[in-house]
């Protein structure tokens, strides 16, 4: 191997330093809702504890915590298993030439760039107008979809332009038929990046704020929950509450890309079963 | 075909029209679903903000009408002018800053780091943020920025300021640092993604020709990297300018872009006012994104 110029020096310190800065601030407020109970929102730590910690855990005076907690977790499975089999049937879709594809791309491109805030509010008026109740299951249910399902399809978009379609001639050789062909031969090899989707839809859900504004009604979702809190909470409990959802964050998304992983490794170690028979 | 009793009758022509029509057919229904989410949530919000905008409001309620008062309101005041000044100063400044971070590291990760393995690695490091709350993001930087945080006691311990600055937090300076922190990473992405598909050879064949590395820089992969570029640049330039939550928060409600103004009026109940702020936002936003479009188109490059 070549040494490595002195660009590559400054590079690495300077990935290194965007990284603190993306890190940074978690870890800082990581560290500080370790507050002591007399501590304030900055350093100096005054005294170490779990003060707040366990405040989050008795203390209603703070809000409806647990019960959003609930709802942005529902919320979050039920748009994510949504966004996974729109995003897969769509992009089965869009391998064909069908009526109106352009139209539904460039939608679903509009989809993505629109201001959040236009989502909400026109779903907020819409619901208004017809006289239905705005509610986080429904209207923005479908709020959050607008924003999940573009980044699923541009997922799939770019797994299906690089898929090899032999596979599937090869399936078609063998007699399998369009379902079959389908569920053994593409789901299969298309799984690991389904994962992927599935992460999107999740946590896009989970964190959102600007489409669920207008749209969750009377039950807050945790996002919403915790930007009431900016507003009248000046002790660490927020950073507790911050640190507590940041840290199930990284745990969900350690469990996807982790069996993203094994998923691959599992079907590398599968690969070609040539010479083994028939099972 | 086993239900093709007659395979001669079937001219190439009609079975080629015939598969042509079920693929359509197959197509049409696959779509339907995302059809029916983007009809409903999408293009229906759309048209029904574009109606109201031509309502009325009373203080407490908003009704059918046929008027131009929301848009001669919204046109004739200067807090518009300046407010979408301000937008497109916002977007400006976090693209520049967002594109030289974010091109900077994806250009470390993709032609710097050797191993695949540290490249997946790092590259998903810089992704994590990503799936995480940006409301959390934003209220760390509260530690850091504030009075006593710190940024000013280490600029007071280095003797840099004699007293605590005030204008790090709850100011444009905070805005544009967390638009910055926040979307920095949509930079990255589609140009880490772009920068992976140059053909290594080329920029071999360049060094060969006697280029220097800044000259490969400019000449062989800025050029190459350019759809990503604009990919990134896209998404950053309509996140900012669709805002409004960071704007409020970071500046501590001192600051105003388009997206502010739209929910101070939904606060209000002013919804047909709303409404036209909002549909006067989309078309900005709609011709912003088609002179970017021009350059690069993104169906090719996914």
């Known amino acids: 191997m070549e040494p490595r110029p002195t660009s590559f020096y400054v590079l690495a310190v300077f990935f290194g330093l965007f990284l603190l800065f993306l890190y940074g601030p ?10 002591g109970p007399q501590g304030g929102l900055t350093f100096p730590m005054n005294g170490v504890s779990t003060h707040w910690f366990v405040d989050l855990f008795e ?3 703070v809000g409806d915590i647990w019960g959003s907690f609930g709802r942005s977790f529902a919320l979050g499975l039920m748009v994510m298993v949504t966004t996974v089999v729109v995003s897969v049937m769509g992009g089965l879709a869009f391998r064909k030439r069908f009526p109106g594809s352009t139209l ?8 993505l760039i629109i201001p959040s805030i236009l989502i909400s509010l026109g779903v907020g008026l819409i619901f208004n107008r017809l006289g239905l109740d705005v509610h986080w299951t429904t209207s923005g249910f479908g709020s959050q979809l607008t924003w999940t399902l573009p980044f699923g399809l541009l997922i799939m978009f770019a797994v299906f332009n690089r898929f090899d379609k032999s596979y599937e001639e090869a399936a078609r050789d063998q007699g399998a038929n369009a379902w079959q062909t389908v569920r053994y031969v593409v789901l299969p090899i298309i799984a690991p990046s389904l994962i992927g989707v599935a992460l999107f839809g999740f946590t896009l859900s989970y964190d959102e704020f600007a489409r669920t504004l207008l749209t969750a009604g009377s039950y807050n979702t945790l996002p919403l929950e915790i930007f009431g809190m900016t507003t009248n909470v000046t002790t660490p409990v927020i950073y507790a509450l ?12 350690g469990v996807f890309i982790g069996t993203a992983i094994l998923a691959t490794r599992r079907r590398a170690k599968q690969a070609s079963d040539a010479g083994k028979g028939m099972v | 075909m086993s239900s093709n009793a007659n395979p001669s009758a079937a001219s190439p022509s009609a079975s080629e029209r015939r598969a042509r029509l079920i693929a359509g057919v197959s197509g049409l229904m696959l779509s339907a679903p995302i059809w029916a989410v983007l009809l409903f949530f999408l293009v229906l919000p759309i048209c029904m903000i574009v109606v109201v905008s031509f309502w009325s409001a009373t203080e407490f309620s908003f009704y059918p009408d046929f008027n131009l008062e929301n848009y001669e309101f919204l046109f004739g005041s200067s807090v518009t002018y300046t407010v979408f000044l301000n937008t497109f100063i916002y977007a400006g400044l976090t693209w520049v800053f967002t594109l030289t971070i974010g091109f900077t590291v994806a250009y470390f990760l993709a032609f710097h780091v050797r191993s695949q393995t540290w490249q997946i690695a790092l590259f998903l490091l810089c992704t994590i943020p990503f799936w995480t709350s940006n409301i959390i993001r934003m209220i760390s930087w509260i530690p850091f920025l504030g009075r006593n945080g710190i940024a000013n006691s280490t600029l007071i311990s280095w003797g840099v300021i004699d007293e605590p600055v005030e204008w790090l937090l709850f100011s444009d300076f905070a805005v544009v640092l967390a638009f910055v922190h926040l979307y920095t990473l949509f930079m990255v992405v589609p140009i880490f993604n772009t920068m992976m598909r140059i053909d290594k050879g080329l ?28 990919i990134g640049s896209i998404f950053v330039v309509t996140l900012v300018m669709g805002d409004f939550i960071t704007v409020r928060f970071m500046s501590g409600s001192q600051s105003a872009n388009v997206g502010r103004l739209i929910s101070n009026d939904v606060g209000l109940l002013a919804y047909p006012s709303a409404s036209a702020t909002a549909v006067v936002l989309l078309a900005t936003v709609l011709i912003t994104i088609g002179i970017m479009l021009r350059f690069v188109d993104i169906r090719k490059e996914l």
């Open chain 1, 59 to 61: 203390q209603q005076a």
């Open chain 1, 242 to 253: 911050g640190t507590l959802t940041t840290a199930f964050s990284f745990l969900i998304v």
């Open chain 2, 203 to 230: 920029i071999e064949a360049a060094r060969d020709a006697g280029a220097s590395g800044f000259q490969i820089l400019v000449n062989v992969i800025i050029p190459l990297t350019k759809p990503g570029i604009m």
């Open chain 1, 26 to 35: 978690t870890i800082t407020i990581a560290i500080l809702s370790f507050q």
């Open chain 1, 104 to 111: 539904l791309f460039y939608l679903v491109i509009t989809s």
